[in-house]
């Protein structure tokens, strides 16, 4: 089992049997939940609302593209993982993708399943480990606060 | 010369040319299809692949499940259904491995230099043809070990498909084709070698200057090794030649160097 279970998976493929594939075989092989959308606008709307640890998306779709897609879930959560999973494989496509979208990972159809559940994985552990580290930096901040509160607190008590 | 006659023969010309220009064009317009077809099989192929490893896993689960409980007619189906999903697997390699070699071929636009296993796109070309040839040619490779070679694949498989198109077509009833990959210096040589008719002295120099055919009509551009020669020569900086004996068949010589000169650094 996996230690980062019950990470939040997002999934946009316009083609519903790669999301059922992809599906089968991550609850196969993990306990994540797994949120599979055939339109990327859903899919933008699903992350206005519900915070997920990586979002897979597939690059060629009507109406809005991978790359635009993936811009719109960094935009809403920044710290989520990205990932480009395309069977358009163009040079130009994957480096504005990886420049412009900050991208975790890059991969190409037909994937490999053993080589997606691995980057999968490695991408949920850096997204989780990252709010980890968002949280205690706000406690962080939180507690410097309270010093700062009580170190201005004795300094009037001894004035 | 007279005058009517040399008009005749440059009305003959023009009609051959544009001839060759609505074959090269039907082509074109079939390769870019190809290209499209290329992508839109790639999607379902993945996902029969990544489906056929999760019924593999969920059998094994199934099975685990099972144990002493289940009955002979219970077992007998879960193997049928692992021996179906094992020759689906096969077929789908299959499949897989054809678009791939297809994919190198259509990969126009891309003029970069890349390190490129020789043997592999040979294998690719081959690939190609077979399916043309299955019962009728034997087809055998015999390659040293190479290392990689600096080409532009999709063109250089380009000029190996077209001599192995016309190795094959030279073949009229039951034939072989041999294929020798070799390490000569520093360079990288070929041998396609066919028991085909055999090229005649008559058309052996006009061969390589292009606009020259032998095949009837549709079937040729008579481009084929004139492009293949650009491809060799003028891009890669090797050569092509070829030795026939009329009856007996034909060999062609790619030789590429295997690091790349750029123009002017040669």
């Known amino acids: 089992m996996d230690t980062n279970a019950q990470a939040e998976v997002l999934l946009v493929d316009d083609e519903e049997m790669v999301i059922t594939s992809v599906r089968a075989f991550l609850m196969l092989e993990t306990e994540y939940n797994i949120h599979g959308f055939t339109s990327p606008e859903q899919a933008v709307k699903h992350m206005e609302t519900h915070p997920v640890d990586v979002a897979i998306s597939d690059y060629l779709m009507p109406k809005m593209n991978g790359i635009q897609m993936l811009s719109k879930a960094k935009d809403l959560q920044p710290e989520a993982a990205r990932i480009l999973l395309t069977g358009h494989a163009d040079k130009q496509s994957a480096i504005r993708a990886i420049n412009d979208v900050g991208l975790y990972h890059y991969l190409e159809k037909p994937w490999d399943n053993a080589q997606l559940l691995l980057i999968v994985r490695g991408a949920i552990e850096r997204t989780q480990l990252l709010r980890r580290l968002q949280s205690m930096v706000s406690q962080l901040d939180d507690a410097h606060d309270s010093l700062k509160d009580i170190q201005t607190r004795l300094i009037k008590a001894f004035l | 010369m007279d005058r009517p006659t040399e008009v005749q023969n440059l009305e003959h010309e023009i009609a051959t040319l544009r001839e060759q220009m609505i074959a090269m064009n039907r082509l074109f317009s079939v390769g870019q299809l190809a290209a499209g077809v290329i992508h839109e099989i790639n999607t379902p192929i993945a996902s029969i692949f990544s489906n056929i490893e999760v019924l593999q896993k969920s059998l094994d689960v199934l099975e685990r499940q099972m144990q002493d409980t289940a009955t002979p007619k219970a077992r007998q189906i879960v193997e049928t259904m692992r021996s179906l999903l094992a020759v689906d697997r096969v077929a789908c390699e299959r ?155 034909t060999t062609f010589f790619v030789r590429i160097p295997l690091r790349h000169q750029p123009a002017g650094e040669a």
């Not at chain 2, 190198?104 to 230099?113: I, K, M, P, V």
């Open chain 2, 95 to 249: 499949i897989s491995a054809i678009v791939r070699s297809l994919k190198t071929h259509a990969r126009a636009g891309d003029e970069e230099f890349r390190d490129t296993a020789i043997e592999q796109l040979l294998d690719d070309s081959l690939r190609l043809i077979q399916a043309d040839v299955k019962n009728r040619v034997t087809i055998q490779t015999e390659y040293e070990a190479l290392p990689p070679v600096q080409s532009i694949p999709h063109l250089l498989g380009q000029a190996f498909l077209n001599i192995l198109v016309n190795a094959a077509q030279a073949i009229p009833g039951e034939g072989s084709i041999i294929v020798r990959v070799k390490k000569q210096g520093d360079f990288a040589v070929i041998e396609i070698e066919d028991t085909g008719v055999g090229i005649t002295i008559d058309c052996k120099n006009r061969l390589l200057a292009g606009g020259f055919t032998t095949k009837p009509l549709g079937e040729g551009t008579g481009l084929g090794l004139a492009i293949s020669r650009q491809i060799v020569v003028d891009r890669h900086g090797g050569s092509l030649d070829f030795e026939s004996e009329p009856g007996k068949g």
